[in-house]
């Protein structure tokens, strides 16, 4: 009995390393976060292959059935900074269990909806809330696992979305031919319950570095050879400074202020060293609240980022670029049906996207470390090759015209959602400085995007009948992100101008008025060295 709870309690124990493993337990974190990127964003982007049939038992439109991946999306983006607090408070492996539970609750119960409001809750709430509580925690804990692998491995695990949809979307679209589509939810939200055991591998991480040799033992310390070294020592000033019998008032200042600045080092040294002899005490709980509460806590959302005109522009082109992230995958079987190819063929539609989804996503990471160009110039260029992409769905009416498109549109979206967000990193948009605060705030407005992207794209199938309608609402919306994207470094390039104009008119007028208030002074120093001189000190003869 003593054995199995030692075991557990390792089990449970946070791993402790001298510094950063890059790899070791962080292998099995970054298998977990693959597993996570299936069940998530992947269930996500397959969710298509049941549009057709909650059209048809539940007698709804286009419009109201892509409601429940909107809400699931702008549910998982925009309670971001709830899935941070409850990290930070509870650790990460209870959380993304918590979300496991949440995922697998609420998919399994959507299978026993009888109506689209009722999916609303259970999928677009209940499980969108789950997909956030696993996602966030599970890439932020990998990110502590690795340094110098840490690109590398992110991208790679990453690619589980991509897998879901290449192996995923014809497995369940069979399964749900032969049992129907409620019953293929309930194995879905079964193989997501896996998820809990992923987040159960995320043993936290803490880094000791090894104590370093003290200081004393290193080099003796050497012994002031004189009176004068000594005061040296002491005060920190040069021998050349000793008082020589003649004096200005400048002088008697600046020696002045260095005796004051030598007492207050002296009486912080004395300080130090009382502390040192003093006995360690226990550090209690509220010792430790008192010292956290000294230390300035970053804010979980600073929107004072909205006041920079460069990540105005560049989150403008985040809420017009993510129009075009979902949509797609969810029209287009139903693009491919309508245009002749059968519903079995349609759904490898979805895989070419996936794995030219995967190839784009590591051609990006590849050119952006070659850099030919600015970072922000190479993610622009790909932005725009997606807008003609998605306007040649429309136009496409065979196979092999529509799956040479969804290898375009994968590849394309591959290199932008794999980019967009470390762009923010970037000295041409935020700065690595603001980056943790800028990442909140553009999510949320992303999830806004989500939100309305799916409804407009069905709202728009409807009234024209057309599911080409869809894929030119997605297009339109990469235009527009493309235009203010293009905008980013000619407003950080204006506003740096306007601040060094400022910087510049600044430091003129204050080297005029210092110039001003110079000049009197000199001469009163002036005068004044020339009074105390040794000459004029000497009394008058009777």
Same mark, same amino acid.
Not at 249 to 275: C, D, F, M, P, R
């Given at each position: 009995? +003593?054995?199995?709870?030692?075991?557990?309690?390792?089990?449970?124990?946070? !791993?402790?390393?001298?510094?950063?493993?890059?790899?070791?337990?962080?292998?099995?974190?970054?298998?977990?976060?693959?597993?996570?990127?299936?069940?998530?964003?992947?269930?996500?982007?397959?969710? $298509?292959?049941?549009?057709?049939?909650?059209?048809?038992?539940?007698?709804?439109?286009?419009?109201?059935?892509?409601?429940?991946?909107?809400?699931?999306?702008?549910?998982?983006?925009?309670?971001?900074?709830?899935?941070?607090?409850?990290?930070? #408070?509870?650790?990460?492996?209870?959380?993304?269990?918590?979300?496991?539970?949440?995922?697998?609750?609420?998919?399994? /119960?959507?299978?026993?909806?009888?109506?689209?409001?009722?999916?609303?809750?259970?999928?677009?709430?209940?499980?969108?809330?789950?997909?956030?509580?696993?996602?966030?925690? +599970?890439?932020?804990?990998?990110? =502590?696992?690795?340094?110098?692998?840490?690109?590398?491995?992110?991208?790679?695990?990453?690619?589980?979305?991509?897998?879901?949809?290449?192996?995923?979307?014809?497995?369940?679209?069979?399964?749900?031919?032969?049992?129907?589509?409620?019953?293929?939810?309930?194995?879905?939200?079964?193989?997501?319950?896996?998820?809990?055991?992923?987040?159960?591998?995320?043993?936290?991480?803490?880094?000791?570095?090894?104590?370093?040799?003290?200081?004393?033992?290193?080099?003796?310390?050497?012994?002031?050879?004189?009176?004068?070294? %000594?005061?040296?020592?002491?005060?920190? +000033?040069?021998?050349?400074?000793?008082?020589?019998?003649?004096?200005?008032?400048?002088?008697? =200042?600046?020696?002045?202020?260095?005796?004051?600045?030598? /007492?207050?080092?002296?009486?912080?040294?004395?300080?130090?060293?009382?502390?040192?002899?003093?006995?360690?005490?226990?550090?209690?709980?509220?010792?430790?609240?008192?010292?956290?509460? !000294?230390?300035?806590?970053?804010?979980?959302?600073?929107?004072?980022?909205?006041?920079?005109?460069?990540?105005?522009?560049?989150?403008?082109?985040?809420? *017009?670029?993510?129009?075009?992230?979902?949509?797609?995958?969810?029209?287009?079987?139903?693009?491919?049906?309508?245009?002749?190819?059968?519903?079995?063929?349609?759904?490898?539609?979805?895989?070419?996207?996936?794995?030219?989804?995967?190839?784009?996503?590591?051609?990006?990471?590849?050119?952006?470390?070659?850099?030919?160009?600015?970072?922000?110039?190479?993610?622009?260029?790909?932005?725009?090759?997606?807008?003609?992409?998605?306007?040649?769905?429309?136009?496409?009416?065979?196979?092999?015209? %529509? @799956?040479?498109?969804?290898?375009?549109?994968?590849?394309?979206?591959?290199?932008?959602?794999?980019?967009?967000?470390? @762009?923010?990193?970037?000295?041409?948009?935020?700065?690595? =400085?603001?980056?943790?605060?800028?990442?909140?705030?553009?999510?949320?407005?992303?999830?806004?995007?989500?939100?309305?992207?799916?409804? %407009?794209?069905? *709202?728009?199938?409807?009234? /024209?009948?057309?599911? $080409?309608?869809?894929?030119?609402?997605?297009?339109?919306?990469?235009?527009?992100?493309?235009?203010?994207?293009?905008?980013?470094?000619?407003?950080?390039?204006?506003?740096?101008?306007?601040?060094?104009?400022?910087?510049? =008119?600044?430091? &003129? #007028? &204050?080297?005029?008025?210092?110039?001003?208030?110079? $000049?009197?002074? &000199?001469?009163?120093?002036? &005068?004044?060295?020339?009074?105390?001189?040794?000459?004029?000190?000497?009394?008058?003869?009777?």
């Amino acid at each position: 009995m +003593t054995g199995k709870m030692s075991a557990l309690k390792g089990c449970m124990s946070p !791993n402790v390393y001298a510094e950063v493993p890059d790899g070791g337990w962080g292998w099995l974190v970054a298998a977990a976060f693959f597993f996570v990127e299936v069940f998530t964003y992947g269930i996500i982007k397959i969710f $298509g292959i049941f549009l057709q049939d909650l059209m048809t038992d539940f007698n709804e439109t286009n419009s109201r059935v892509s409601w429940v991946v909107s809400i699931c999306v702008f549910v998982m983006a925009f309670t971001a900074p709830l899935s941070t607090v409850m990290s930070n #408070r509870f650790g990460y492996r209870p959380v993304v269990m918590l979300g496991g539970l949440l995922i697998s609750l609420g998919t399994i /119960t959507t299978a026993f909806t009888n109506s689209i409001i009722e999916m609303y809750f259970t999928m677009g709430i209940v499980a969108g809330l789950g997909y956030c509580l696993t996602f966030l925690p +599970t890439v932020t804990i990998l990110s =502590q696992y690795f340094s110098k692998r840490r690109s590398l491995v992110t991208s790679i695990a990453s690619t589980g979305e991509c897998f879901s949809l290449v192996a995923l979307a014809p497995a369940m679209n069979a399964l749900k031919e032969q049992i129907g589509w409620r019953k293929c939810l309930i194995v879905i939200g079964v193989m997501q319950a896996s998820v809990i055991v992923c987040g159960a591998l995320l043993k936290p991480i803490v880094i000791k570095p090894k104590p370093a040799a003290p200081e004393g033992s290193t080099a003796p310390l050497k012994e002031p050879e004189s009176k004068y070294d %000594l005061e040296n020592e002491i005060t920190c +000033t040069s021998i050349g400074s000793v008082d020589s019998g003649v004096q200005s008032v400048t002088s008697s =200042q600046i020696n002045l202020s260095e005796g004051q600045e030598s /007492t207050e080092k002296e009486k912080k040294a004395l300080k130090e060293k009382e502390e040192e002899e003093q006995p360690a005490l226990p550090e209690t709980p509220l010792k430790r609240d008192q010292e956290d509460s !000294n230390v300035s806590r970053p804010k979980l959302l600073d929107f004072s980022v909205l006041r920079d005109a460069s990540f105005k522009c560049y989150a403008l082109f985040g809420l *017009f670029a993510t129009l075009g992230f979902f949509a797609p995958q969810l029209y287009i079987i139903e693009l491919s049906v309508s245009r002749g190819v059968s519903r079995d063929s349609a759904t490898y539609m979805l895989s070419a996207m996936a794995v030219a989804e995967i190839a784009g996503r590591l051609s990006m990471g590849w050119v952006l470390n070659r850099r030919p160009i600015s970072k922000i110039y190479i993610l622009l260029i790909c932005t725009v090759l997606l807008c003609p992409v998605l306007v040649i769905f429309t136009f496409v009416s065979e196979f092999w015209g %529509l @799956m040479s498109c969804s290898c375009f549109y994968g590849f394309l979206l591959g290199t932008v959602a794999s980019s967009h967000i470390p @762009m923010l990193a970037e000295d041409d948009v935020i700065g690595i =400085q603001r980056m943790s605060s800028a990442v909140g705030v553009y999510v949320c407005i992303q999830s806004f995007a989500g939100l309305a992207g799916p409804p %407009l794209g069905g *709202f728009l199938v409807d009234r /024209t009948d057309n599911y $080409g309608s869809a894929f030119y609402s997605c297009a339109a919306g990469m235009g527009v992100g493309a235009l203010f994207l293009g905008l980013v470094r000619p407003a950080k390039s204006g506003l740096c101008l306007r601040r060094r104009r400022k910087d510049q =008119q600044t430091t &003129d #007028r &204050d080297s005029s008025s210092q110039g001003s208030d110079d $000049g009197p002074a &000199d001469f009163v120093e002036m &005068d004044m060295e020339i009074d105390s001189s040794p000459a004029k000190s000497k009394p008058w003869p009777v």
